[in-house]
């Protein structure tokens, strides 16, 4: 069944286009720095935001029109995807992301949710083979039931952890079966409400034994993507332990596990923990952790995770620049981890939505490479910290300086000479690159 019939099939047709179906700025094979902006971006689709969201909020009921919708149970996950795999196809879209309860219904036991997967599982992999498509990655859902009131990997009760566990270990199977390059721990529920009835130390001890255990098995059955900690500061819970890019190479490093893991980072996540995306992806990147990007972006009016298209060209080129500094995404993608906003109903919102993000990194990207090939930035680094490259600056690079040679050194000099940092020269000149590529 067919449905998104209506919708050509969305082809590159250049900015001069005023086609609303045709990419203005993404041209996949166009080669940036040395490879296309397909194998730079790696775009992948949400299937949670996707096929599975209903466009309701905490004030009113869903508004999505959505074909699948009309059925229930494993009738609706089928044709969600059939329709996933049609819209891969009229996008050119690469890549696809899920949680396990996305792509199939729970059951009232596991081993009947697990049966259901095992048929949406069989008809992906059908489909996969049929059309070329891959999985960027795929995640267990510990967090939407009830059961994980209390967190999953950092749960109170034994019984919900070896539920967190089993749910994990399926998890693996599917990735395994289906190809994934990647598997993402997000600890939506990894967190508290009060320290007033929280072990922190011991939660956090419980969730790097399941971190532990997942690394164990997946090496037991063969599965070697590469694995993902997603990072978010809040919502739903009030202090999430994967705060932020930081505190999260924190946990990896305490607990031994960061030769193991990479970063799983969202532009509206960042916003949430009171950093920009390129601030998280620079951390990320100089740890050697830069894994894989979600797309999206925050309201800064809103205090939450509004989860909307990318359309910000500066974010998307400062994201650009640090991926591309940081030599790329891997085996990592650009998933738009992104939901349409609840007035945009219709199928073709979704096509359009799509479109402004893939647009919009393409955009990106070309200036990214740009600021590169012209040494923008790197030109204005290198001259802000010249001091260091030769005199006192060279010894306290090369450790040669002591306490005692600086304070003499200071004796000597005491009329310092410090420089304006050009923020708004540099600025300007941003805007300036951005708009002409």
């Not at 989860?307 to 738009?336: C, H, I, S, W």
């Amino acid at each position: 069944m067919s449905v998104f019939s209506h919708i050509p099939t969305i082809k590159f047709e250049g900015k001069g286009s005023d086609n609303p179906f045709a990419f203005k700025r993404y041209n996949p094979s166009e080669v940036v720095l040395g490879k296309t902006m397909e194998e730079h971006l790696r775009f992948a689709v949400a299937y949670w935001h996707t096929y599975v969201a209903t466009g309701s909020d905490p004030f009113g009921v869903g508004t999505a029109d959505r074909e699948w919708d009309k059925y229930d149970g494993l009738d609706r996950a089928k044709l969600r995807v059939e329709a996933n795999f049609e819209f891969m196809e009229k996008l050119n879209i690469p890549y696809f992301c899920f949680h396990d309860v996305d792509i199939a219904p729970e059951g009232s036991t596991l081993a009947e949710t697990n049966k259901n997967l095992d048929v949406i599982v069989a008809q992906i992999k059908d489909n996969m083979k049929a059309t070329g498509k891959k999985l960027l990655w795929n995640t267990a859902n510990m967090f939407s039931n009830p059961r994980y009131v209390h967190g999953a990997g950092t749960a109170v009760n034994a019984g919900v952890y070896a539920y967190a566990a089993a749910q994990v270990k399926k998890g693996l199977e599917v990735g395994k079966e289906l190809g994934a390059e990647n598997y993402v721990f997000w600890g939506g529920r990894e967190g508290y409400e009060t320290l007033l009835n929280t072990d922190m130390g011991f939660e956090l001890d419980n969730l790097a034994r399941l971190y532990r255990m997942a690394i164990d098995y997946a090496n037991e059955i063969g599965f070697d993507a590469q694995f993902l900690i997603e990072p978010k500061p809040k919502e739903p819970t009030k202090h999430q332990y994967d705060f932020d890019a930081a505190t999260t190479i924190a946990f990896l490093q305490k607990y031994g596990l960061q030769d193991k893991f990479k970063l799983n980072l969202e532009a509206n996540h960042a916003t949430l923990a009171g950093h920009t995306f390129e601030h998280e992806i620079r951390v990320a990147a100089i740890n050697g952790m830069l894994g894989s990007l979600d797309a999206n972006q925050g309201d800064y009016l809103l205090g939450w995770d509004t989860d909307e298209f990318p359309t910000d060209l500066y974010a998307t080129t400062l994201a650009m620049y640090e991926v591309l500094k940081a030599g790329g995404l891997g085996r990592g993608g650009v998933n738009f981890d992104a939901k349409v906003r609840r007035g945009s109903f219709e199928l073709e919102d979704l096509v359009y939505a799509h479109i402004a993000g893939m647009d919009s990194f393409a955009w990106g990207l070309k200036a990214a490479a740009k600021l590169i090939e012209e040494r923008v930035i790197d030109g204005i680094i290198e001259n802000r910290y010249r001091s260091f490259k030769e005199g006192i600056g060279a010894d306290i690079v090369s450790g040669k300086a002591t306490l005692a040679s600086l304070e003499q050194y200071a004796l000597q000099n005491s009329a310092v000479r410090t420089e304006s940092g050009r923020l708004e020269r540099i600025k300007h000149v941003l805007n300036e690159i951005i708009f002409s590529v």
